[in-house]
């Protein structure tokens, strides 16, 4: 059971490049959330999805798409990247309700 | 949207000492949860806990959900404790959100 799956662990951009961070789940969850978190900060909620096919913006949506076309896979799209989206992302999931469970994080560096 | 807050914000322990961590809440909750973020950036879920209490190990939890509070105990402590400890709500209003505080920074010397 590999639970939360996160792909890369690590990835350098230019500016204005574009990217997407993969997150795969198989715990068959419906709900599922993609949060960054800056140095010494806590987590930001960019978007999240209650199933496949329905999405919805969180605290910080700007920069930043995603897409839900199956239960496991929820990834998250950079298309301009900016310095300031320079963080570690978290992917996340849960039953409807229960625990939250999380990737390893993606760390994200735009030069 | 709904407010979390923790306290205190940074915490330094020797090791074998006690602490309480808490976490204050704005709205009623249907979903409380306690993270601990390790020195590697790892999120480990500690408790759901959206009302009532529970231990594990050296670790308890109580969540007072009409007073919108929740504390984190930890018992003994040692230095594989350190790290930051988050607390994450959603309200009760329908919103699927999981809001987190800014946590609780935990040194533990030895």
């Known amino acids: 059971n590999a639970g939360v799956t996160q792909t890369p662990k690590f990835r350098i951009l230019k500016i204005g490049q574009s990217m997407t961070l993969q997150c795969a789940q198989d715990m068959n969850h419906n709900y599922m959330y993609w949060y960054r978190q800056d140095p010494g900060m806590g987590l930001k909620l960019i978007y999240y999805s209650v199933g496949a096919g329905i999405t919805d913006k969180g605290e910080v949506p700007n920069g930043y798409n995603v897409s839900r076309s199956t239960t496991e896979d929820f990834p998250l799209r950079l298309e301009l990247a900016a310095p300031s989206q320079t963080s570690v992302y978290f992917c996340?999931?849960?039953?409807?309700?229960?625990?939250?469970?999380f990737g390893e994080g993606s760390r994200l560096t735009v030069l | 949207g709904i407010q979390v807050e923790q306290s205190p914000p940074d915490l330094i322990l020797q090791e074998g000492a006690n602490s309480t961590l808490r976490c204050n809440f704005s709205?009623?909750?249907?979903?409380l949860q306690w993270f601990h973020q390790n020195p590697w950036g790892q999120l480990i879920n500690l408790f759901y806990?959206?009302?009532g209490t529970k231990q594990n190990g050296r670790l308890s939890a109580t969540t007072v959900a009409t007073e919108r509070y929740s504390l984190l105990y930890i018992s003994s402590s040692q230095t594989t404790d350190s790290g930051v400890y988050f607390c994450?709500?959603?309200?009760?209003?329908?919103?699927?959100?999981?809001?987190f505080g800014k946590g609780t920074k935990l040194t533990v010397n030895p």
């Open positions: 806990i959206p009302s």
């Open positions: 994450a709500v959603s309200d009760q209003g329908g919103s699927e959100k999981l809001v």
């Open positions: 709205d009623s909750v249907n979903n």
């Open positions: 996340a999931s849960r039953e409807n309700t229960g625990e939250l469970f």
